[in-house]
């Protein structure tokens, strides 16, 4: 009961101050991400339910890594707090972010496709952690996408070529994952005034490849292997034949000589 | 007892010798307080007098300005007033106070500012464009005023400023070129005013997309819902694959991913 009382008063005061409003995007955007998360080590200070109620007034924020911009939720920064858990694809109701950060926790999953309703998104940093499953193509509704860094995870999956059409991308990191399948032109070898990415944005995928990917060796066996192979097995015949005419003349010597030795032998001593 | 006299002699010399040299010591020495008190008084008064025209052009209903008192040294224990350790001002926070009336240009008086927060008042007349002067300026948060007239392309001179909100007033004109290159910007909010022309798109506004332009009827550009005038109309979106509808919650419409203005 008295956890009540403090929550209305703090309902009603808000009512009364031009800056506070709630948004009930933002509080089931929190709430669900609350529950997807898990905190070992409750660093998610003030994460509460009271609190998702009003998490803004005007432009402070009362949740520890979240930043507002009139009263919405605009930035969400929670990096190496060793979260585990998923990402909730109930996150897209934070429709104002323009920042997500949950680079270096130990989140599993996939990335919800459900990002692509982040329709003002344009940091996306899920860089260093365990997430699974494919980069969605969704994402490239995400118009305003400035940056995009998956770094070391466990994505597999080609990656996307819609990804290309994002004008705004000036950085982009895929390095360190599972991806497999061609670098796309759009991303890889980028024309006019686009930012260009190099290698090191797409390397550490094993079966990953295309420009600006140094050529993989090809499976198989090249020209010089045949030829190579070719002499080899005519030189390695010939030494065998020889040995075995070699072979075959010590034996017949040896015949000689015991058929000799025979007749050495029939002879009478003197 | 000639030599007596001589020596009695030398010692009153040498006596009136330290006497004449403190006296002169302490001559020279007043002499340069009277020097240099008046010049930190008018340092001080500087920014003393810039705070005081600012609270003359102001009404203050509730009082708020009550302590500004001009015949102090410096401002620095004025309510709403923060300085640094060399007695000059770096927080001015009158955030929500009821004032009306307008703002002075002397503000650009004030070298060391860091904060001007006059957020959610009812101050009216232009942006003065002595803002610019504020070398040190990291955050101008002047939305919900009446604020009117152009945003002064002065404010692209701000090299620290991170928080740039001017919502929710009445300030006509395009948005100066300027502004992209504030490079330390984080937060820009120019929503609700009646500011019109293309919205640029480059340098450090790469990163803000239509909620920091929202409500501008007369804006136009791609992060609007119409092409600037003399301008193709938009491309259409490249081709996607048919990916299975999510339902929104009904909010802003999407913006068409479109190629860059020239």
Known sequence: MGFYVPFFLFLLTCAYLPPCSSDPYDEACLTNLKQSLVDPTNSLKNWTKATFANPCSGFNSYLQGATCNNGR?????????????????????????????LS???????????????????????????????????????????????????????????????????????????????????????????????????EGNKDVYGY???????????????????????????????????????????GMAGEEGKISQLMPDY | ???????????????????????????????????????????????????????????????????????????????????NNDNSVIRVDLGNASLSGQLVPQLGQLKNLQYLELYSNNISGPIPSELGKLKGLVSLDLYWN???????????????????????????GQIPMSLTNLKALQVLDLSNNQLSGPVPNNGSFSLFTPISFANNPNLCGPLT?????????????????TLPPVTSPGLSPSPSPTSPTI
């Open chain 1, 73 to 101: 939720i605009y930035k969400l920064s929670l990096t190496n707090l060793s979260l585990r858990g998923s990402i909730s694809p109930f996150l897209s109701n934070c429709t104002n972010l323009q920042a997500l950060d």
């Open chain 1, 104 to 202: 270096s926790n130990f989140l599993t999953g996939p990335i919800p496709p459900d990002l692509q309703l982040l329709l003002n998104l344009a940091v996306l940093n899920l860089s260093s952690n365990r997430l699974s499953g494919e980069i969605p193509p969704q994402l490239a509704m995400c118009a305003y996408l400035n940056v995009i860094d998956l770094h070391d995870n466990q994505l597999t999956g080609p990656i996307p070529q819609q990804l290309g059409s994002l004008v705004r991308l000036s950085a982009f990191d895929v390095s360190n994952n599972r991806l497999s399948g061609p670098i796309p032109p759009s991303l890889g070898n980028r024309t006019g005034n686009l930012p260009k990415f190099n290698a090191s944005s797409f």
């Open chain 1, 212 to 254: 600006p990917l140094p050529p993989l060796k090809t499976k198989g066996l090249s020209v010089m292997a045949i030829v190579g192979i070719g002499l080899g097995s005519g030189f390695l015949s010939l030494v065998l034949s020889f040995t075995a005419v070699c072979i075959w003349l010590r034996v017949t010597e040896q």
């Open chain 2, 1 to 83: 007892m000639f030599l007596k006299h001589l020596t009695s002699f030398k010692a009153e010399i040498r006596t009136q010798f330290l006497v004449m040299e403190r006296g002169m010591v302490t001559s020279v020495l007043f002499c340069l307080i009277l020097v240099f008190l008046p010049l930190t008084s008018i340092y001080a008064n500087k920014e003393v007098d810039a705070l005081f025209s600012l609270r003359v052009n102001l009404e203050d209903p509730n009082a708020v300005l009550e302590s500004w008192d001009p015949t102090l040294p410096n401002p620095c224990t004025w309510i709403h007033v923060t300085c």
């Open chain 2, 146 to 172: 009446k604020f009117n007239a152009h945003i002064p392309n002065t404010l692209g001179k701000l090299r620290k400023l991170r928080f740039l909100r001017l919502n929710s007033n009445r300030l006509t």
């Open chain 2, 225 to 241: 819902d119409h092409p600037c005038p003399g301008s193709p109309p938009f491309p259409p979106p490249p081709p996607l694959e």
